[in-house]
């Protein structure tokens, strides 16, 4: 088996020349928790995974979950889009931007492109249509992949199944249509500033609760990433985006029109003679939804562990019945190197199911892999976290086992995009 998973990740190497070109002078991977011998003293990628701390990404956690549930076309979701943005001014990941567009969703009975989106197109699927949609995939791949014991799941649509008065006031505001905004800011690379990797994460949530999990822990992982590579000493060949994105819960409206308004901008030099790329040619996109809960699979009765069990991973996915199939699986497995590399707790897998996640619509555009803490469709689908769209999504439900599975999804993420733009340090500033 293994000799056979070296042939596949050689020929899919060669398969991506960005990919395999930017990785060509990593080491071969080694064992989780060897990672920090395996490397040089003086790999800047060590150093830079060296820079994430789990007490720093905790409180990013935090921070977001003041902001309750961040229900999108609410007053606490612009609240939080506007934090996340001094954030990252703060970091000094300039400059940053907003993306703007206007959700207007069709009455509760339409479903599929009637559903509406972003002004001025065919609106994208609805939740349910997405979700048929992203099965329907799976059908093509061989099936869903549940296999053993299932726990129930759902949406909780009834704020007062939420104790905590104080957050269920917070939560009461109801979405509005109308205009919706997105931030992201650029690592401008300084050799080649026309190619980028997109890392991102979405900040909308639902079900009356902080949205800890779904999806402060990605959206707080983008955030550290962001802080670390706009780190002063550290420079990257390649530029680097970190977008927050809205409205994913509805049907990833925010990702569509991102692509809508950019995708005819790509590697355009704005003015000519600058040197400045507003939209860099997109080389990968890497998604993070839901990075802390790994307890294994529900029990005959339906309950699950209480701690995070010690085979927890981190699973990179990508679509395999997408148009970038072969492209998506080489970014995948440039993650899973780095990893084995980099990673200090949790090792990672990948899988070709990817769905219901905002790296989704460029399936077919570019290569695209989501990072989770378990599988979507097989293993979340069939209700192995408990807190997902549940009011138990809150900060306090969650122990330093979880957190620091989030924490090693962040560190493969780091350490494979700063291998794939080629990141250097200057001095050992940390």
């Not at 069709?106 to 972003?118: H, K, L, Q, V």
């Amino acid at each position: 088996m293994r000799v056979r998973t070296v042939v596949i990740v050689s020929c899919l190497a060669l398969s991506l020349g960005s990919v395999s070109a930017a990785w060509a002078q990593a080491q071969p991977p080694v064992a989780p928790g060897a990672a920090a011998q395996a490397a040089p003293a003086d790999d800047p990628v060590r150093t830079l995974v060296g820079r994430l701390d789990l007490e720093k990404y905790k409180a990013t956690i935090k921070g977001l979950t003041k902001f309750g549930d961040r229900r999108q076309g609410t007053d606490r979701n612009r609240a939080a889009t506007d934090w996340i943005e001094a954030q990252l001014k703060s970091y000094g990941c300039a400059p940053t931007e907003r993306i703007t567009y206007t959700y207007e969703p069709a009455p509760r009975a339409a479903t599929g492109a009637a559903a509406g989106g972003a002004r001025g197109q065919a609106g994208p699927p609805s939740p349910p249509a997405t979700a048929r949609q992203g099965a329907a995939q799976a059908g093509a791949r061989g099936g869903t992949g549940i296999k053993g014991y299932r726990a129930p799941t759902g949406v909780n649509n009834d704020p007062m199944k939420q104790a905590d008065v104080a957050l269920r006031e917070l939560n009461s505001q109801p979405s509005t249509p109308g205009m919706r905004q997105q931030v992201f800011c650029t690592k401008v690379g300084s050799t080649r500033p026309d190619e980028m990797y997109i890392i991102s994460a979405h900040v909308d949530g639902i079900a009356y609760a902080e949205g800890a999990n779904d999806n402060a822990s990605g959206t707080a992982l983008v955030m550290e990433l962001a802080r670390i590579f706009s780190m002063p000493d550290v420079k990257t060949e390649r530029s680097i985006r970190f977008i927050i994105w809205n409205n994913e819960e509805t049907g990833l409206q925010g990702a569509r029109a991102y692509i809508e308004q950019r995708r005819e901008l790509q590697g355009k030099e704005d003015p000519p003679g600058s040197g400045k790329y507003p939209e860099p040619k997109w080389l990968g996109v890497i998604q993070h939804d839901m990075m802390l809960y790994d307890h294994g699979m529900p029990r005959a009765d339906g309950t699950l562990p209480p701690e995070q069990r010690p085979e927890a991973d981190v699973n990179v996915e990508f679509a395999g019945a997408s148009k970038m199939m072969s492209e998506s699986q080489a970014l995948a497995w440039a993650l899973k190197n780095a990893n084995d590399r980099y990673a200090t707790d949790y090792p990672a897998t990948v899988g070709n199911r990817m769905s219901n996640t905002d790296s989704v619509p460029f399936q077919d555009i570019v290569a695209a892999v989501s990072l989770r803490e378990a599988e979507r469709l097989s293993q979340v689908g069939a209700g192995w976290d408990p807190t997902w769209h549940t009011v138990l999504d809150m900060y306090s439900t969650f122990s330093d086992k979880d957190f620091k599975l989030g924490l090693n999804a962040a560190q493969t993420t780091l350490a494979g995009v700063a291998h794939l733009a080629g990141a250097k340090t200057e001095g050992a500033k940390k």
